[in-house]
């Protein structure tokens, strides 16, 4: 007797507001039987109002799969599976086996998200070969808390190549795998785009340092309650009235959009969409880096800026202040546009200025990475709404 498909639970994290009027705190009103999950329906209260929704993604309604499934689908083959091997995975974890042509459908719907599709042929042809399990390397560091420190192998070895070769490698790399994958191969290949600036000269430093960081990452610094914390900084070396903040959409937004909705809690929220976007976007490098600054580093940005980043704390009786520390975690790693990008994910991001702790993980980066400078880095903090973008050169105070 053949055995019967799991059924994938349904989202239950609670609604704050409805998405047609704004009204705050909807009602539970049961559940939606679909073919393959069940889905939680919730109701506003408002009488001019009433709707009935079930909080999926706007571009995941009416399917057929549930939602976690499709996205696993879409990582598993970002990450170099081929479409038979995905549709196996996926066979095994949810006793589920949708089609290739289902597959290919759900890739095509998402193009700004799954950029890396681009780069997954000539990943596939690196030398020494890099198998999907081996693409993404992930250490758990033992901090104040569990963080997952995570970096992508193989995004960064092609990013690390001159554009040239980037090229060539790409171009025929997707040919060669045109008879082993068929149409999903040809598809990549006439998507393979011509690399428009050299982005090596900032990825080959990033990928040393990522490469480090599990022997060079000093844990009991990160223990210590005395380092200071990036949200926890006053933004007293923030220069207002210089600062330009751009706010936009762009395809961290659209990641959130589609992953958070189908997030059970808010504790899984950072986690999925970082392990999402590591995976299937091309600039996303990195997720949960570790990044410290030591009394004599913060010493020498302060004398060299001509300003106080960490208040200096004395005691009563003594001529010294207390040795300083920072310490942070970066939640994305990005280089693109010839820049490297930090990111960081912050819901309600309209109203939350996170500028100081955002700052000082730039400038933390410039000592950990030498060949880096203010000039290449642009900071940014995002959620599904919206994205604030600044440099980071600017926000600083000039030293008077």
């Known amino acids: 007797m053949p055995s019967r ?8 994290k609670q609604q704050t507001h409805c998405p047609f009027c704004g009204a705050p ?53 970002c990450l170099g599976y ?17 089609s290739r042509l289902t597959l290919q459908r759900w890739l095509d719907e ?30 758990k560091l033992y901090h104040r808390q ?40 040809a598809r990549e290949r006439r998507t393979t785009p011509h690399p428009h600036e050299d982005v090596s000269r900032l990825a080959a430093p ?30 007293d070396f923030i220069d207002q009235e210089k600062l330009i903040v751009i706010e936009k959409q762009n395809a961290a937004t659209a990641a959130a959009a589609l992953i958070i909705p189908s997030v059970g809690s808010n504790y899984q929220r ?13 600039s996303t490098v990195a997720i949960e880096i570790p990044v410290w600054l030591t009394e004599p580093e ?26 300083r520390s920072f310490t942070g975690h970066l939640d994305f790693l990005q280089v693109r546009n010839g820049a490297v990008h930090i990111l960081d994910y912050k819901p309600g991001a309209r109203t939350d200025k996170p500028l100081a702790q955002l700052v000082m993980y730039a400038l933390a980066l410039t000592v950990r990475i030498p060949d880096l400078s203010l000039f290449d880095i642009k900071c940014a903090w995002f959620d599904e709404h919206v994205y604030n973008e600044f440099f980071p050169r600017s926000a600083l105070r000039r030293a008077r």
């Open 146 to 185: 569990v963080y997952e420190f995570a970096y992508h192998r193989a995004k960064l070895a092609l990013l690390s190549r001159p554009p040239a070769a980037r090229k060539t490698a790409g171009a025929g790399a997707s040919m060669a795998k045109h008879a082993a994958s068929g149409g999903t191969a």
């Open 82 to 98: 081929t479409a038979e091997e995905t549709i196996a995975l996926l066979g095994s974890r949810y006793s589920l086996r949708p």
């Open 270 to 282: 950072h986690p999925k969409l970082q392990r999402f976007m590591l995976t299937a976007d091309s």
């Open 206 to 235: 990033v990928a040393a340092f990522l490469e480090s960081v599990p022997k060079t990452c000093p844990h009991g610094l990160f223990t210590d309650d005395a380092a200071a914390r990036g949200s926890q900084l006053a933004a």
């Open 25 to 77: 705190r909807p009602l539970r009103a049961g559940t939606r039987k679909k073919k393959y999950e069940t889905a939680q329906l919730w109701q506003c209260h408002t009488p001019k109002c009433l709707r009935t929704y079930a909080p999926d993604p706007g571009g995941l309604r009416h399917k057929t799969y549930p939602l976690k499934v499709i996205l696993d689908g879409i990582m598993l083959f």
């Open 110 to 139: 998402h193009p700004e998200l799954t950029t890396y599709r681009r780069l997954r042929a000539a990943a596939r042809s690196l030398k020494p070969r890099l198998t999907p399990q081996a693409s993404i390397r992930a250490i």
């Open 298 to 323: 913060i010493d020498a940005l302060e004398r060299q800026r001509g300003i106080e980043l960490i208040p200096k704390v004395t005691p009563l009786d003594a001529t010294t202040h207390f040795p």
């Open 5 to 12: 498909a799991r059924k994938p639970a349904h989202t239950v």
